[in-house]
T-cell receptor, first 114, second 114 residues
Framework: AQSVTQLGSHVSVSEGALVLLRCNYS??????LFWYVQYPNQGLQLLLK??????LVKGINGFEAEFKKSETSFHLTKPSAHMSDAAEYFC????????????FGSGTQLTVLP | KAGVTQTPRYLIKTRGQQVTLSCSPI?????VSWYQQTPGQGLQFLFE???????NKGNFPGRFSGRQFSNSRSEMNVSTLELGDSALYLC?????????????FGPGTRLTVL
């Protein structure tokens, strides 16, 4: 069975500082990996996804993530935080070949301090 | 192109009642998935439909059911509501739910069971 672990349910950074949100997964087969963002009272918006190929994935709003198979990690980063980045972030995994059933991590609430 | 729409956005029911939630996918999308989001359990997969057939089902009791119509619109039904069913129910659509198909989420229906 697949599982996702997000280290740190709450992360605070100063505006302009580096954002690092951690995600580790377990899967018996090479998975597809996703990062979604959720703003208050809204659904989930896809930031980026890894399927195959290049392990450094660039997404929207300046976010990127690197797939490290040896570490079973898919950490999300952004060089410079903006106030509008404050939201909840979810890492998700699906079995390669089928992205229709996502297993989500417990989420990380990002606070950006002025 | 219009996004995924869900109706109603908010619902209040009492224990023992039943409820039906509706989801209209993005035009051209044929796969619809449903997720339950609660503070305690996080985001959990309920089921996925494609071409009016349930292809995947999560680990939820039989009180949770769904269906999909020929126009890809989907409904989910919860019978004999329990307090623990209070949650945000999210619907997601994708083209066909295979490969690295991206799931696009709606804003959700907030169900409160009293």
């Amino acid at each position: 069975a697949q599982s996702v672990t997000q280290l740190g349910s709450h992360v605070s950074v100063s505006e302009g500082a580096l954002v690092l949100l951690r995600c580790n997964y377990s899967s018996s087969v090479p998975p597809y990996l996703f990062w979604y963002v959720q703003y208050p009272n809204q659904g989930l918006q896809l930031l980026l996804k890894y399927t195959t190929g290049a392990t450094l994935v660039k997404g929207i709003n300046g976010f990127e993530a690197e797939f490290k198979k040896s570490e079973t990690s898919f950490h999300l980063t952004k060089p410079s935080a903006h106030m509008s980045d404050a939201a909840e972030y979810f890492c998700a995994v699906s079995e390669a070949g089928s992205a229709r059933q996502l297993t989500f991590g417990s989420g990380t609430q990002l606070t950006v301090l002025p | 192109k219009a996004g995924v729409t869900q109706t109603p956005r908010y619902l209040i029911k009492t224990r023992g009642q039943q409820v039906t939630l509706s989801c209209s996918p993005i035009s051209g999308h044929r796969s619809v998935s449903w997720y339950q989001q609660t503070p305690g359990q996080g985001l959990q997969f309920l089921f996925e439909y494609f071409s009016e057939t349930q292809r995947n089902k999560g680990n939820f009791p039989g009180r949770f059911s769904g269906r999909q119509f020929s126009n890809s619109r989907s409904e989910m039904n919860v019978s004999t509501l329990e307090l623990g069913d209070s949650a945000l129910y999210l619907c997601a659509s994708s083209l066909d739910g295979v490969g690295a198909d991206t799931q696009y989420f709606g804003p959700g229906t907030r169900l409160t069971v009293l």
